[in-house]
């Protein structure tokens, strides 16, 4: 589909965050959801966590939050309206919020996500 407004696509990530239930959302900690167009090096990429995985910190004070970037521009290529947009977004979203708890894409894979 061509590609929506970024005001518009970051109102359905703002959306996707919404959705997630309230009990796994408590569980981010420090962590940024940016909306950009694409990745510089990546254009074909959806979303990536930069971080230090939940599961891995032990003194993790004083830094700056890890971050997720949401790529527009690949995921509207990837559907053919906005409902599907909407979806891959949710999809993209738990994906690297996943990966901000310590799921790896291996254990993404078998829950079904990956």
């Known amino acids: 589909m061509e590609p929506i407004p970024q005001e518009r696509f970051g109102y359905l990530v703002d ?4 959705l997630i239930p309230e009990e796994l959302a408590a569980r981010f900690e ?9 990745h510089p090096e990546e254009p074909e990429l959806l979303g990536l966590y930069e971080g230090v995985p939940m599961t891995e910190r032990d003194s993790y004070g004083g830094v700056l939050p ?4 949401i790529y527009r521009l690949p995921l509207c290529d ?7 947009l909407v979806e891959e ?3 993209t979203v738990i994906h ?3 990966h901000h708890v310590g799921i790896d ?5 078998q829950l079904g996500w990956g």
Not at 15 to 18: G, I, K, P, T, V
Not at 78 to 84: A, H, T
Not at 105 to 109: G, K, N, T, Y
């Open 96 to 98: 690297e919020l996943a």
């Open 78 to 84: 990837l559907v053919d309206d906005e409902d599907e």
């Open 89 to 91: 977004i949710r999809i």
């Open 30 to 38: 420090n962590v940024a959801v940016v909306v950009e167009d694409e």
């Open 66 to 69: 890890d971050r997720i970037a």
């Open 105 to 109: 894409d291996e254990e993404l894979h």
């Open 15 to 18: 959306d996707a965050l919404d």
